[in-house]
């Protein structure tokens, strides 16, 4: 995947893990999705789309 995609975009893709730590504790400890939780989903599925979308970026 790493050879594939980059080294950056397959990077991005650790932000996820909190999502899976959300959605396994609504299925394993019958836990409620609270309006914090479901924006901070949202606002990481969102800047790791744009992360991925970006173009190549000089520094």
């Known amino acids: 995947m790493v050879a594939k995609l980059g ?3 397959t990077a991005n893709y650790i932000y996820v893990s909190p999502i899976a ?5 609504i299925i394993v400890l019958n836990d409620h999705m609270t309006l914090t ?3 901070g989903c949202a606002l ?3 800047g790791v789309i744009i992360a991925n ?3 190549n970026i000089d520094f």
Request: hydrophobic letters at 60%.
């Open 7 to 9: 080294a950056l975009k």
């Open 21 to 25: 730590t959300v959605i396994a504790s």
């Open 37 to 39: 939780s479901f924006i």
């Open 44 to 46: 990481i599925l969102g």
């Open 53 to 55: 979308r970006a173009k």
